[in-house]
């Protein structure tokens, strides 16, 4: 899995697989998106306006969790 952040287009993706050639979006809201693999798994979440949306409840930071290691980080949004 990998979250990449532009922040010129303020655009954040969380990529959940390889990538393929081809996907099929889904465009749920007016700042998120689905991208489908062509085998119907989802390929990815596209934000839009994504320091709104990471924002809302962490301030000026993304907070990432690994639940599983009890580990914690935190990554400063730019504004």
């Known amino acids: ?9 303020n ?3 969380l990529r ?3 990538k393929v050639a081809e996907v099929d979006t889904i465009h749920v809201s007016d700042a998120l998106n689905i991208d489908l693999a062509p085998d119907g798994t989802i390929y990815g979440i596209e934000l839009l306006n994504a320091n709104e949306q990471l924002r809302e409840k ?3 930071k993304l907070v990432v969790i690994n639940e599983v290691l009890g580990k914690r980080q935190e990554v400063k949004l730019s504004a």
């Open 1 to 9: 899995m990998q979250l990449s952040y532009d922040s010129k287009h």
């Open 11 to 13: 655009i954040a993706y």
């Open 16 to 18: 959940f697989r390889d």
């Open 58 to 60: 962490d301030g000026d």
